[in-house]
């Protein structure tokens, strides 16, 4: 079964804006494992933008699924808190300050040492870990040489194919055919597959079809978008519903 992780930080966008506690991001937490996600995602950043370190803190006190914190490695602040709170997952992700979104995976080749190093860290601590990685094959196989329990595939550039060629079964299927090739090439070497970015009701289903075999999908936006005229709890049956 693919599980389902819901990212949370458009609640903290929202919250952030107008001050105050509304909404709890801590009571989104409960509610979406409540509603039946699977897990439960926050991207913390330095600037704490949306997701706020200490928010961090709190959600680990009431999670019952599995908790999956992204961010950039390369901030011993981030590296500090995933130390201390313990989740079920990391996922290194090589943002740079002040970065709007994630927008592309690790170089694993030139990275293989950095990130070796880092994965060590985590894992050292229990946790297990996956990292941010383009449809490339190439880097799914400097993926495994860095010791990483998964990789988290980024679903952008098939998410927009799919958009553009969405009545046309050629242009959908030239659009998922690098993630195909990259997830089995994943399978082969024995590394866990997420996938994450752009991931929404219209495309989730093919992707889960051409990749039956995906461990978990992190979704966010689209979700609480769509939860905004669908209702939260009926938002996330849908997505699961996708999942099979």
Known sequence: MTKLSVNINKFATLRNARGGNNPDVVKAAIDVQRFGADGVTVHPRPDERHIRYEDVRQIKK???????????????????????????????????????????????????????????????????????????????????????????????????????????????????????????KAKELGLGINAGHDLDL???????KNIPWLDEVSIGHALICDAIYLGLENAVQLYRRQLG
């Open 62 to 184: 009431i999670i019952t699924t599995e908790f999956n914190i992204e961010g950039n490695c390369r901030e011993q602040s981030f590296v500090d808190l995933v130390l201390e709170t313990k989740p079920t997952q990391v996922t290194l992700v090589p943002d740079v300050i002040g970065q709007l979104t994630s927008d592309h995976g690790w170089d694993t080749v030139m990275y293989k040492d950095y990130l070796k190093e880092k994965i060590s860290v985590f894992k050292n601590a229990g946790i297990r870990v996956s990292i941010f990685v383009d449809p490339d094959i190439l880097m799914v196989e400097g993926a495994a040489a860095t010791g990483t329990d998964r990789i988290e595939l980024y679903t952008e550039g098939y998410a927009k194919q799919f958009g553009v060629g969405s009545w046309d079964p050629i242009a959908i299927g030239s659009g998922v055919a690098p993630y195909v090739a990259a997830a089995t």
């Open 202 to 208: 219209q495309n989730l289903k093919y992707l889960k």
